[in-house]
């Protein structure tokens, strides 16, 4: 099966709104990276993680850093430019040098 | 911040050719990734690049894929021949080191095979 599994994968809010994203791993992943891609298709990195949290104006974001087994992404005060696909993608340990992705959230913010 | 350049960013090709695909990564980066997208869906690895070798490929990455970076210059994607299946948005990526950095994606080369 697939080893990270996001969740939801779509999502409707209005503007103003706040929400949270999640990304279960099925096996203890070193680090996540979380994306958004937005409709012309650039793949923005939002944040990357070994741990704790990092916020970025109304973003935050925080991988579990006791069992590494999952990571959210949370969105305040929702406006309509943060509308596109969030993918979260994670490393597992050892020498694996490859980012594995989710399937996507696909977030669209209503006026 | 830095950028990782792809280039072309669009590219129609007839069944059979070779297409080369080519990334420029950030400048100072010694890992190099393709990944490929299909119609916004999941992106999938293709293949990992250090010093010169392949890493690690997925079985996505078919016999007719090769990736190379001659000395100084971009990092390519060669697909010969090409197959209808091969339409989909590659994504170059680099990171510094190996595992445990982040990654920076080029905003990917849109293939369509006819």
């Known amino acids: ?111 | 911040g830095p950028k990782v350049l792809q280039i072309p960013s669009h590219q129609i090709i007839d069944m059979g050719q070779m297409v080369t695909l080519n990334c420029d990564p950030v400048s100072n980066h010694l890992y190099f990734y393709w990944y490929k997208q299909i119609l916004g869906q999941q992106m999938e690895f293709l293949v990992n690049f250090y010093n010169g070798k392949v890493m690690e490929k997925s079985k996505l990455f078919k016999d007719q894929f090769s990736v190379e970076r001659p000395d100084g210059s971009y990092f390519t994607l060669k697909i010969q021949p090409t197959a209808l299946e091969d339409s989909a948005v590659y994504f170059c990526a680099s990171s510094l080191g190996g595992a445990g950095s982040d990654y920076t994606f080029g905003s990917g080369t849109r293939l369509l095979v006819i």
């Not at chain 1, 109304?58 to 579990?64: E, M, Y």
């Not at chain 1, 969105?75 to 399937?103: H, M, P, V």
């Open chain 1, 1 to 111: 099966g697939d080893q990270v599994e996001q969740s939801p994968s779509a999502l409707s809010l209005h503007e103003g709104t706040d929400s949270a994203l999640r990304c279960n791993f099925t096996t203890t992943m070193r680090s996540v990276q979380w994306f958004r891609q937005n409709s012309r298709g650039s793949l923005i990195s939002l944040f990357y993680l070994a741990s704790g949290t990092k916020e970025n104006g109304r973003l935050k974001s925080a991988f579990d850093s006791k069992e590494r087994r999952y990571s959210t992404l949370h969105i305040r005060d929702a406006q309509l430019e943060d509308s596109g696909t969030y993918f979260c993608a994670a490393e597992a340990g050892g020498s694996n040098a490859k980012l594995t992705f989710g399937k996507g959230t696909k977030l669209s913010v209503k006026s």
